[in-house]
């Protein structure tokens, strides 16, 4: 186990760098365009096309030569979308609309409001930049150019890339499978009646929503029951059938929580305890995978809901960035926001939920009143994790460092 600090709790940068080092992107798997949303590229796609085609025109309205501006022409052919134009006759202009080509010849484009219609022809105005509302051929993507980059997170605007390309198929990176499991015997699923001394698992729901949002595929969800061999079980045979382990509960010092002498005893416990919160009693490890004689990395999260969700964003959305080879997932966004509240911090660095009012010339963070570890109504409206260092005193309007939670 790496070395402790004086307080025996570990930095969260050490424990990052003890759950990260050796973590290797996961293997490549082709997927249609069509399911390959949120999905992460595997290979730089290159782009074998033009887009736009050809040159075209910006606006609907008609194309002539800029030698004819000021002058009154007839209209010699008619360019709508989808048909290729002829060259342009001399002393004359094309009716053209918003993406037609530009027929060979033309070299600008007056839109139709500022043209006057007369028995003659068109009458263009005397003044007209040159190349008027063209678009030009390859403005967008250039054939030849890295269309897309590995690593890229396919969301809306690079699925739309890849088919102005025409492209049906891509390489990405297949998802992180991830086990996850809840011990507590207090816990019952929704949907089961609820007995005295139950409670709901509020962390399934939870930790699944994050893990699909991190690039996961949650393969196995389920109870493991407070008792240390039943821990040991289950522990194994998550290990087996996916890429990361994560628990939630059982870390603390309490005589139900077995999950850390489970990892202590099949694989390696790495760190435990953080100077962090919430999430002090996390502990990060590895699992052996008996089937092919490698290890999964092991995510033991608390059980109290704000340090299960603080140390999802924290920690296993980095360990999916890095599984994915995505590097917009590795790290979260720094944003700097003006305290709208005052604290003070003991020897834990605090991680405080709080939602971000964006003003005309600063951010006021405001942090949610109750910042216990089991009010998970704290992080329904939290935009970011304002970081506070230990033993400091904040005061409205300081300036404090921010992880922004994208869409949260
Ligand atoms: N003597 C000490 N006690 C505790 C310490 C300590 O240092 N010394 N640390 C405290 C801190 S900080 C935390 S955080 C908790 C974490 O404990 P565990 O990870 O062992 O979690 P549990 O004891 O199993 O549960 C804690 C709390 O969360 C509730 N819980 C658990 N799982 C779920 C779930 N899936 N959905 C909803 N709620 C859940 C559970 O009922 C408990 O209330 O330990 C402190 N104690
Ligand atoms: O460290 Mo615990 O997660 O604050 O309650």
């Known amino acids: 186990m790496a070395k402790q600090q004086g307080s025996g709790l570990q930095s969260v940068e050490a424990a990052l760098n003890a759950l990260l080092d050796g973590v290797e992107a996961l293997s490549s798997e082709t997927v249609s365009v069509e399911h390959a949303g949120s999905r992460v590229l595997a290979e730089s796609v290159a782009a074998e096309r033009d887009v736009p085609p050809a040159d075209n025109s910006a606006m609907d309205g008609y194309a002539l030569r800029l030698s004819d501006a000021g002058k009154t022409l007839p209209v010699s052919q008619r360019v709508a979308a989808g048909t290729p134009p002829v060259p342009l006759a001399p002393s004359s202009c094309a009716r053209i609309f918003t993406g037609s080509e530009i027929p060979a010849g033309a070299d600008c484009v007056v839109m139709q409001e500022a043209i006057e219609e007369t028995p003659e022809g068109i009458r263009f105005p005397a003044s007209i930049p040159e190349g008027n509302n063209i678009r030009r051929r390859g403005c967008d993507v250039a054939s030849g150019s890295t269309l897309l980059s590995a690593g890229s997170r396919l969301e809306a605007a690079a699925l739309g890339h890849l088919a102005g390309q025409g492209i049906t198929g891509v390489s990405v990176r297949r998802r992180p499978r991830v086990a996850l499991l809840f011990t507590g015997d207090e816990l019952v699923d929704p949907g089961k009646p609820l007995m005295p001394g139950q409670i709901y698992n509020s962390n399934r729901p939870m930790l699944q929503r994050l893990l699909e949002r991190f690039g996961a595929e949650v393969v196995m969800a389920g109870p493991v029951p407070d008792c240390y061999e039943a821990t040991c079980d289950r522990l194994r045979q998550a290990a087996e059938g996916a890429d ?48 092919d004689s490698t290890q999964v990395r092991f995510v033991g999260l608390p059980g109290n809901p704000v340090s299960s969700y603080v140390g999802a964003w924290l920690f296993l959305r980095p360990l999916m960035g890095h599984l994915l080879g995505c590097p917009v997932l590795q790290s979260l966004p720094r944003v700097y926001a003006s305290a709208g509240f005052d604290a003070h911090t003991q020897a834990r660095r605090h991680y405080m939920r709080v939602s971000l009012e964006f003003g005309q010339d600063r951010i006021v963070a405001h942090a949610f009143a109750d910042q216990s570890s089991n009010v998970l109504s704290s992080c329904i ?26 869409g949260h």
């Open 381 to 406: 409206d939290a935009d970011a994790l304002a970081i506070v260092p230990p033993f400091s005193d904040i005061a409205a309007g300081d300036r404090l460092e921010c992880l922004w939670l994208m």
């Open 244 to 291: 990361v382990v994560v628990t939630t509960g059982g870390v603390s010092v309490g005589e139900e929580d077995h999950v850390k002498h489970a990892l202590d005893a099949l694989g390696t416990l790495d760190l435990w305890r953080l100077a962090m919160r919430p999430g002090k009693p996390l502990a990060l490890g590895r699992l052996p995978r008996e089937k």
